[in-house]
């Protein structure tokens, strides 16, 4: 563990079922009169964007609509997004929809006044000062963008995913209403519960993770793994909605910390090259890359497999290590997590061009329990081609 370490989180975090309702009073707050809400197309059937810009309008004389983004943003959405934000003058930027749009949402607050292309932002810290305030609600339980100092999108000239990341990505407010998750389809509930509970092992095992940390993943590991099966069979299960709600809030507050692995290095190019959405993805590799990485930290793998519910009684460590392993394979079987990448309509030629980018993506691959090589992540994509 890091012998120094900073935990970093919005300036407010507001939860629980109904908590939209205090929209207006935040944005009062922050005394604004021109406010654009940032969602995309698929969440207008559900009528929350309405709703949002209805409350909005009870305490600012201008609320307008930015809702072209899409399930795998691209740095062109942002700059479009960006574009908007600052040739209208607003002075609040107010997030509702899932990772792309709260993601599209932060970077565009944050950019409109930090000259240069946005393209120029990719990587840790390059941001030089703060941007428009900005109020996060999510409308899935997975990406935790709301308590994140990351946004991640489409480089469309390389065909790969990349992540700018800095503090002044950190919303002012994260406002998580379970209600607003309702209505999201099985498929999606699935993908992005999972992506929640990649992001609790991989910031469980980083080299940078901390008391603080390990505490928050250990819990969203119990909340997701325990909750995901009934979110999946019924939408409208409010206990299991709240507890994915909570899994993923403090997934993010131990991943926006100590950061995420290799999984998500592997995801990467499957989300840039072939638009498999992001959560899918992570659940695909999770269980291999698990399986790669457990030798190196058997304690720390048995003690999530506890997490997970396997019975520990008379295993080892690493016997219990792996039983973790499958429980998580059969957990992405149970939800419909789809198990081979050829199935989504990735060739096998494109693993080895898939690995060589994966491979690059070192920032992430450093971050786990045991390094992977090119050889390694050829092996990862193999065996769930």
Request: aromatic content about 6%; overall charge negative; charged content about 15%.
């Amino acid at each position: 563990m890091t012998a120094i370490s900073t935990f970093c989180t919005p300036g407010e975090v507001i939860f629980g079922a109904g908590a939209r309702s205090v929209l207006p009073d935040k944005a009062s707050e922050f005394g604004a009169q021109r406010i654009l809400l940032v969602t995309d197309q698929g969440l207008r059937a559900t009528g929350q964007p309405a709703q949002m810009v209805s409350l909005l309008r009870t305490v600012a004389s201008t609320v307008e609509t930015f809702d072209q983004v899409s399930g795998e943003p691209s740095i062109e959405t942002l700059e479009a997004c960006r574009a908007v934000v600052r040739a209208n003058g607003f002075d609040l930027v107010v997030a509702l929809g899932g990772g792309s749009a709260m993601d599209t949402a932060k970077a565009a607050a944050c950019l409109a006044y930090n000259d240069g292309p946005a393209a120029g932002y990719f990587g840790v810290n390059l941001i030089p000062a703060a941007g428009l305030p900005l109020i996060a609600m999510p409308t899935t339980a997975g990406t935790a963008s709301e308590v994140t100092p990351n946004a991640v999108f489409a480089d469309l000239s390389v065909q790969v995913k990349k992540a700018i990341v800095s503090r002044h990505l950190l919303p002012k407010v994260a406002l998580i209403d379970p209600e607003l998750t309702y209505s999201v389809p099985p498929a999606i509930t699935a993908g992005t519960g999972m992506d929640a509970l990649v992001h609790a092992v991989e910031s469980y095992v980083s080299p940078r993770a901390t008391v603080l940390t390990q505490t928050h993943a250990l819990k969203a590991m119990e909340l997701m793994s325990g909750h995901l099966r009934r979110a999946v069979a019924d939408g409208q299960d409010k206990a299991a909605r709240e507890a994915l709600a909570w899994g993923s809030l403090i997934a993010g507050f131990s991943f926006a910390t100590a950061g995420v692995g290799a999984v998500h290095a592997l995801a990467y190019p499957l989300g840039g090259k072939f638009h498999v959405p992001h959560g899918v993805a992570n659940a695909m590799l999770l269980a291999p890359v698990m399986q790669f990485s457990a030798p190196a930290q058997a304690a720390l793998f048995a003690t999530m497999a506890r997490s997970l519910s396997v019975d520990a009684q008379g295993l080892t460590d690493e016997a219990l290590a792996e039983r973790g392993v499958e429980t998580v394979r059969q957990l992405c079987r149970d939800i419909g997590i789809p198990q081979r990448l050829r199935d989504l309509g990735v060739p096998r030629q494109a693993l080895e061009p898939m690995a060589a980018e994966a491979s690059k993506i070192e920032r992430l691959l450093i971050n786990g329990p045991r390094l992977m090589a090119l050889d390694d992540i050829r092996a990862v994509y193999s065996a769930i081609w």
